[in-house]
């Protein structure tokens, strides 16, 4: 059975930094892509972020994030990293980790998500 939890939320001020961490379980994810969603109040889902478990390329999206947040994983610990810097009010949402296989469009896990609130 696989698991995705999220840790690392919480509440922040304008500047601060968080990191959010995925721990993985329930299989292997050679040749999956984990993913970092968010859902901010009243908006729909979004992705902020992706890395290939196996080589570790990393996609961004949009220019919101970029420079800002980085991607990463620790395939040891079958962990996900996002690294969030200069966080602003606008990047307060629920983020979810997700995963998916390679070959696919749709993620088929899902982890239960993690509340990020950055104070003006």
């Known amino acids: 059975q696989v698991q995705l939890v999220e840790s690392g939320g919480g509440l922040v001020q304008a500047g601060g930094s968080l990191r959010l961490s995925c721990a993985a379980s329930?299989?292997?994810?050679?040749?999956?892509?984990m993913a970092w969603f968010r859902q901010a109040p009243g908006k729909e889902r979004e992705v902020v972020a992706a890395?290939?478990?196996?080589?570790?390329?990393?996609?961004y999206h949009g220019n919101s994030v970029k420079g800002r947040f980085t991607i990463s994983r620790d395939n040891a610990k079958n962990t996900v990293y996002l690294q969030m810097n200069s966080l602003k009010p606008e990047d307060t949402a629920v983020y979810y980790c997700?995963?998916?296989?390679?070959?696919?469009?749709?993620?088929?896990?899902w982890g239960q998500g993690t509340q990020v609130t950055v104070s003006s």
């Open positions: 997700a995963a998916r296989r390679g070959d696919v469009d749709n993620y088929d896990y």
């Open positions: 329930g299989r292997t994810f050679s040749g999956y892509v």
């Open positions: 890395i290939t478990w196996t080589a570790g390329i990393t996609y």
